[in-house]
């Protein structure tokens, strides 16, 4: 099916790399945010933050990876930050209390 | 080719407003989603309330591609919408495979307090509903029934209350889509 890839934007930010992905995050789409949150987390940076200001939708698939995402970091000696969150996506967060685990950030450049 | 709308979903009430068969497949989700929301909508559930009804789907969905049919892509799953009036007003919602021997009950439901991946799913579905029952088909395979009122209806009894809740009633047993097929 056409446009079911997700595109996922990437910067560095001093010492930590951004990744921005844009659209709903669901089974179909979690498998890449994975795979490119793996592949930042190669580079070997201070911190990664996952930019959620473009993704309106999120399921537990999706929270799954992040927290999958976290457990990596963690071990690796990265902070994973959570940034800017849809309101719809905050509601998942806090039913699943993942507020509580995750540093989340309204400005995803300052970390504020 | 079977009409596509068996005369065996009619009910008293009479049949769905919608009904749709779609493939076993993870791409698939988010036309799902696309067309409950424009039903939801129609209906007159608010941002959250629609936001909550998607979810509820789509886990129970990914449970049945994961779980049940292994993520084989050429199972079916069929889905009935149907708007609800009275006691209150809301959609009713059912989903039904027909995978032997899943039961999503049996999932495992992680403790909200421990950090790890998976075992969200269930306790999303339930969180977000007013009426989420699992029950096994004659045919085989498993129907789940999710309710959901408009946030209005009722502003004094939110959702998070499953399937025992007596104050929502019963949905009538639909008889297999699969007689159309």
Redesign the interface.
């Known amino acids: 099916?056409p446009g079911?890839d997700m595109t996922i934007t990437e910067r560095t930010v001093g010492d930590g790399i951004v990744l921005v992905p844009e659209g709903?995050i669901?089974?179909?789409r979690s498998p890449q945010l994975q795979a490119r949150l793996a592949k930042a987390l190669s580079n070997k940076p201070a911190r990664i933050v996952v930019d959620l200001s473009k993704v309106p939708?999120m399921?537990?698939?999706g929270?799954?990876?992040l927290?999958?995402g976290?457990?990596h970091c963690q071990r690796a000696g990265c902070e994973l930050v959570i940034g800017a969150l849809h309101?719809?996506v905050r509601?998942?967060f806090e039913?699943?209390?993942l507020t509580e685990?995750f540093r989340i950030v309204d400005d995803v450049d300052s970390g504020d | 080719m079977p009409d596509p709308v068996p005369n065996s979903m009619e009910t008293p009430e009479g049949p769905p407003e919608i009904q749709l068969c779609i493939l076993s497949?993870?791409?698939?989700?988010?036309a799902v989603?696309s067309m409950l929301e424009s039903f939801a909508d129609r209906i007159g559930f608010c941002?959250?309330g629609c936001?909550?009804l998607?979810?509820a789907v789509?886990?129970a969905l990914?449970n049945i591609?994961?779980h049940g049919y292994d993520h084989a892509p050429d199972c079916r799953i069929w889905l009935s919408l149907r708007a609800l009036e009275t006691p209150r007003r809301g959609i009713r919602v059912e989903i039904e495979d027909h995978q032997e021997g899943f039961d999503p009950e049996r999932l495992p439901e992680r403790d909200?307090?421990e950090?790890?991946?998976?075992g969200?799913?269930v306790?999303?579905m339930r969180?977000?509903t007013h009426l989420c029952r699992h029950e096994a088909r004659e045919q085989g395979g498993m129907r789940l029934v999710i309710e959901k009122f408009c946030e209005d209806a009722d502003p004094q009894d939110g959702p998070g209350s499953t399937g025992t809740s007596s104050d929502v009633s019963d949905p009538p047993r639909s008889n297999s889509p699969e007689d159309a097929m």
Not at chain 2, 115 to 118: D, H, L, N
């Open positions: 099916m079911d709903d669901d089974l179909s939708y399921d537990s698939s929270v799954a990876t927290v999958q976290l457990q309101p719809k509601s998942i039913i699943a209390k685990i | 497949q993870p791409r698939l989700l988010g989603r941002g959250r936001g909550e998607m979810l789509d886990e990914t591609i994961r909200l307090d950090v790890r991946p998976g969200l799913g306790h999303l969180s977000v």
